[in-house]
């Protein structure tokens, strides 16, 4: 079975401070990999997407970056952290399906981050 | 555009009692994908359901059921004899289809429901 490990589950930086956020997927092969952002009170937005190895898409311009050294490894990076960046970091995985299909989104358990 | 809204920010019911989520999505595409997840206070989201926009039939699962109304553009969520267990955050959330290759890209979430169970 496939199981998606995010790690840490909390963080607190300092502003200014770099950033990396490691997800790693077991199980499946060629996954789509997404990080997701949760603001206090607010929904989930997407962050970043990849459907292959160093194949970043960015949905929102901002101070994080993403890459994609593996297969199965996703890691949201950031040189300095600012207080905006503060929230609830989701990592998650589908599978790779061709032609217009989609399929749904497994998720880690999140890193709560504060930035202060 | 996209869009998801759900209207109830927060609900409390007592155990035992049904509940029902309300989901409204908006989208120009003919085909696209539903989805329901539980956010439980651990964090992490539990995917509970999907659905693809050609199929309208209604889905139960246990104490769980689905009622997916195009003419409406509703994808409600009902919980029948609700358990304190159900207590979460339950986010609705579409997702175009991609027509230009692979996988599910972005899902479109509402800003979520938060039901709270009370024994």
């Known amino acids: 079975s496939q199981t998606i490990h995010q790690w840490p589950a909390t963080l607190v930086q300092p502003v200014g401070s770099p950033l990396s956020l490691e997800c790693t997927v077991e199980?499946?092969?060629?996954?789509?990999l997404y990080w997701y952002r949760q603001a206090a009170g607010r929904g989930l937005q997407l962050l970043f997407y990849?459907?292959?190895?160093?194949?970043i898409s960015s949905e929102v311009p901002q101070n994080l970056s993403a890459s994609r050294p593996q297969d199965r490894q996703f890691i949201l990076s950031s040189k300095k952290l600012l207080l905006s960046d503060s929230g609830f970091y989701l990592c998650?995985?589908?599978?790779?399906?061709?032609?217009?299909?989609?399929?749904?989104?497994?998720f880690g358990q999140g890193t709560r981050l504060t930035v202060v | 555009a996209q869009k998801v809204t759900q209207a109830q920010t927060e609900i409390s019911v007592v155990e035992k009692e049904d509940v029902t989520l309300d989901c409204v999505y908006e989208?120009?595409?003919?085909?696209?994908?539903l989805f329901w997840y539980k956010q439980p206070p651990s964090g992490e989201l539990v995917f509970l359901i999907r659905?693809?926009?050609?199929?309208?039939q209604n889905e139960i699962s246990g104490r769980y059921s689905w009622n997916f109304q195009k003419s409406t553009s509703s994808f409600n969520f009902t919980i029948t004899a609700s358990q304190v267990v159900d207590s979460a955050v339950y986010f609705c959330?579409?997702?175009?289809?991609?027509?230009?290759?692979?996988?599910?890209?972005?899902?479109?979430f509402g800003k979520g429901t938060k039901l709270s169970v009370i024994p």
């Open positions: 998650a995985w589908s599978v790779f399906v061709s032609g217009p299909r989609n399929t749904e989104a497994f």
């Open positions: 199980g499946t092969s060629n996954p789509n």
């Open positions: 990849s459907i292959g190895i160093d194949q």
């Open positions: 989208t120009r595409d003919t085909t696209y994908y």
């Open positions: 659905r693809n926009s050609f199929d309208e």
């Open positions: 959330a579409l997702s175009e289809a991609n027509v230009s290759g692979a996988g599910s890209y972005q899902l479109t």
